[in-house]
Every structure is written in structure tokens, then in C-alpha cells.
């Protein structure tokens, strides 16, 4: 067994983890944890324009711009009517935003993180106990970090800090069914989005070539089943329009469909000794596009108030709770309106389940 002692181990090692690095190794020791070796693919591939300010505040903007990632020029939906909408982000004062390299952005985070002076350990956190100076994590590596401060940016699933003092909301159950299909063809930069009754659609072309078909529902519904049994592909092309946006493209050049959980999701974002990050903190509705954005900023927002604790700024928990909660309820209006735009189907169990009163979620 190894012993490694540190100011900060961060538990998590996707954006919001390797954000919070970012900042806090320059100045204090850190360990940065995940049980995955190097990024891989995974869905959710968007960053809006605004993110170029998070980016260059860390340090990771050379290498995003040195990695080429896609722009996303324009934005296309069918939401609210059976019109549709065409949205220019270059109106936008931040201007276009991307779709990501996602495997190639988290690697170059984490890289930029190890080049700030944080510690990288392939494990996976086997127990996290309290101890009189701070924390100890057990990694299946053998190894105990032993730790003043700790960050959970473990992601949506995260369990560890239950026993802590963290609480969890389920707003809602959302699910999303997906496939990429290599596409054969030049970059595409549009952005499409398609609501129907039982849910709604999104497709975007990857950098790479491939197009990402993707249906979000309950988990609980039917069409759930239905369509990952179909294929996204398949079930797609039966919806007018939507075949259209996506174009002639063999079946058989599909992947096999994959269903994730894309439930909203709130967690304490502050307790005696912690904090947590990005999906850890809140997990958000794919609609809302700012999955990936919010993990840059709370990792960010995370490292500055670790600093700052560290420097014995006792005021910096609260502080960072209030602002976690600011952008859940900034969050929730944006949310609760855009689902508010779709009235085509009041009787329909998904759109329903979304014309809430989110005050009562406060």
C-alpha cells in the first residue's frame, strides 16, 4: 500500500474535476482521481461561445484551439409549432459555440491540469472516510490520499458524499436513446432540434463525420422501448422533417443504439470539509445545452472557493453554496420556459409531467 498526502484530492477527472485542478494546482497539491486511463467517447458534445471565458481562465484555450473542434453555426428547431425556427448564435455577442471533439476535450483538460501541477490516479475510490485533518480516500490501486479538502465531480451518478450530508432531487426522469452513424460526408454545422408527443429529437454532425441521432423521453415510456428496439435511426426517418434534417444515410453504418440517463438533477452542493462539481453538483436537461458549460464553471467556481478555504477563508462554503443555488434556479426558469413553449400536446404524459410550477422545487 501507498501513501500520497495532498491539500486537495478531486474525485472525478472529466471537465468540471479537471477545471478545478486547473485552478487550484498552481497553489496548492492536488490529486486527481478517475477510473478511467484516458477519455472516452461519450454523448454530449456541445459548448456554447461563452465557454471561450471559462476556457482561458483555467489555461485550456490553446489547446482547444489547437485541437479544431467544430463550429456550430446554426441552430434549427421544430419546438412549438410545426414551423421552423432558425437560430444564428452569431447574433449572439460570445458568437457560435462547437460541437466537441468530447474524448479529445476532456483528454486536453486533464492534460492542461497536469501541466498546472495536479497528480493523475488511475483508480477507482473504494472508500471515502473523515479523519482528524481532513479526508482518506482508498483506491482499488492500493493506494490512500490522504486529503485536507475534498471535490466530488464524479459526475450524475455520484453516491459518495450521501453519507457526508449531501441530499439529491430528481426533478424528472429523462432518458435518451442514441446512435451515431458515420456520415460520409463534409462537416455539417447545424444543430437540430424536433419535439413530438412522446418526447423530443435532437441530430448533430461530430467532428470526425459521424451524425448523432438522439430521442429523449421518459424512462418509463414505451417509446423508450420502442425506439431503441427500432433503432434511432430507423424511428427517426418516420418522423416529417426530422428524416430531412438528417439526410440519406445507410442503416447498417449505425452503431448499435445505447440508452443514458439524462434525468435533472440536484445535489447539496457544499458541506463540512466538501464540495461538489458539474454533474456531481447538478445534472441538467440536454435541451438546455449547458451540461458541459456548467461543469467548466462549477470546476472553476469549485477551485477558486477551495483556494480560498485553504487560505482559511472559512466564508468561502457558504458562498459557493449560494452561488450553486442561484444557477439551479437560473436554470430551472430557462427550463420550465422552454417546455413551456410546446403546447401541441397538453394531454400527452411526457409534455404534461413538464408543465409544472417549478417554484416548488426551490
Known sequence: MTRATVDVAIIGAGAAGSAAACVIAPGASVALIDRIATPQWRIGESLPGAAHRLLKTIGAWPRFVAAHHGPALLKISRWGSDRTVELDPMRDPDGAGWHLDRARFEADLRATALDHGAVFHHARVRTVART????????????????????????????????????????????????????????????????????????????????????????DSPALRATLKEGPLAAARRVP????????????????????????????????????????????????????????????????????????????????AERMRLIWQAYLRHHALYYGMETRWPDAEFWSRRQVDTGSMR
Not at 482508498?138 to 441530499?167: K, M, N, P, Y
Not at 435518451?176 to 423530443?200: F, K, L, M, N, Q
Open 132 to 219: 482528524p485533518t481532513g479526508w482518506s480516500l482508498s483506491l482499488d490501486s492500493g493506494t490512500v490520499v490522504a486529503a485536507r479538502r475534498l471535490i466530488d465531480a464524479s459526475g450524475r451518478r455520484s453516491r459518495l458524499l450521501a453519507a457526508f450530508g449531501q441530499h439529491k432531487l430528481v426533478v424528472d426522469r429523462l432518458a435518451c436513446v442514441y446512435a451515431r452513424i458515420a456520415a460520409g460526408s463534409r462537416y455539417d454545422p447545424v444543430t437540430y432540434t424536433h419535439a413530438v408527443e412522446s418526447g423530443w429529437w435532437y441530430t448533430a454532425v461530430v467532428p470526425g463525420g459521424e451524425r448523432l441521432v438522439a430521442y429523449h423521453c421518459d424512462s
Open 241 to 320: 422533417g426530422l428524416a430531412e434534417a438528417i439526410g440519406q444515410i445507410e442503416r447498417s453504418r449505425a452503431t448499435s443504439p445505447e440508452v443514458c440517463a439524462a434525468n435533472t438533477i440536484a445535489r447539496s452542493a457544499a458541506g463540512h470539509g466538501w464540495l461538489a462539481a458539474g454533474d456531481a453538483a447538478m445534472a441538467l436537461d440536454p435541451l438546455s445545452s449547458q451540461g458541459l458549460f456548467n461543469a467548466l464553471a462549477t470546476g472553476l467556481e469549485a477551485g477558486d472557493a477551495t483556494l480560498a478555504l485553504i487560505a482559511g477563508d472559512d466564508a468561502a462554503t457558504p458562498r459557493f
